[in-house]
């Protein structure tokens, strides 16, 4: 995989990784865990992609970096859909110091824990727990799967020599091994770029889901698990992701709602809309936060 492949990965590799790993956590364990530790009335994990340098041996700067990907993920104690929400890299947030900046620049500036609680401010959630992902692999993982089945909607088309990126997909449905579900997910050359692409992922994501549930992802399983945790980084517990891991088994279209954070283009930046971002999150019981 090249170095600006490892860069380019995006979003949806990002919850495989949460998934998968909580997914085959839960099925590893043999236990059905019905209740989170703690006392919040929901469970939320920060997933993130780290915009990463590299060098050009290929060894990635330690430095962290910016957020290149950015997902919250948050399930209620006691049941009920959960949420998958995508937050636009350029999305606008105002930092501890009274500045308005993009949030994807968060990590770069303190780590995870300014990470943290910049996306708390957007979106009115305590973020419990962190995922960070190392892209290396990925492609491999889609293929431990055996493929997934996408419905594309439309003619994907487009070369970049400089990245070694090709995509050619005709409408319909397709069978993807990982390079080609990795063309599919950074996919970015339509009138809405970021916004679009992010809807794609999340298709993408529930196809993951449905391979997860599959007698043949079990055949797969420790093999699945070795890729995963290889390239992630998290304080999550084994505890929490075989909670995790039960509830996500048997998540579907109908218990899973998926979004990107409410707003609209300003310029070059995504603007929240606060007042639809409460409207989302007490439409599942969460906290409001505004």
């Not at 070694?164 to 993807?176: E, K, R, S, T, V």
Request: hydrophobic share 45%; proline share 4%.
């Amino acid at each position: 995989m090249t170095t600006r492949r490892r860069v380019w990965v995006r979003v949806a590799l990002v919850v495989l990784a949460v998934l998968a790993v909580a997914a085959i956590a839960g099925y590893l364990t043999f236990r059905n865990f019905t209740a989170f530790p703690g006392e919040a009335d929901y469970f939320s994990v920060l997933l993130i992609g780290e915009d990463r340098s590299y060098l050009r041996n290929g060894e990635a700067v330690s430095a962290p970096g910016r957020m290149d990907a950015i997902m919250v993920l948050a399930m209620p104690r006691k049941g009920g859909p959960s949420l998958l929400m995508s937050i636009p890299r350029d999305t606008l947030v105002r930092y501890p110091d009274g500045q308005v900046r993009r949030v994807n620049v968060s990590m770069g500036a303190g780590g995870i824990s300014l990470a943290r609680q910049v996306v708390s401010e957007l979106t009115g959630l305590e973020m419990h727990r962190y995922m960070c992902v190392n892209f290396d692999g990925f492609i491999h993982l889609v293929d431990a799967l055996g493929g997934v089945d996408i419905q594309v909607d439309q003619r994907m088309q487009y070369t970049d020599r400089a990245g070694g990126y090709h995509i050619d997909l005709q409408p319909g449905l397709h069978h993807m091994d990982g390079e080609t579900a990795l063309s599919y997910v950074r996919y970015r050359n339509d009138a809405m770029g970021d916004i679009s692409r992010t809807a794609r992922q999340r298709r993408f994501l529930m196809a993951i889901m449905r391979e997860l549930a599959s007698p043949k992802a079990a055949l797969a399983l420790r093999e699945i698990w070795d890729m995963v945790t290889e390239y992630t980084d998290t304080d999550i517990t084994m505890k929490e992701l075989s909670a995790m891991g039960w509830r996500l088994r048997r998540m579907d279209e109908a218990t899973l709602r998926t979004a990107t954070l409410p707003g609209h283009f300003k310029g070059a930046y995504w603007e929240p809309d606060y007042v639809e971002i409460s409207n989302l999150m007490a439409s599942l019981g969460l906290p409001t936060g505004q």
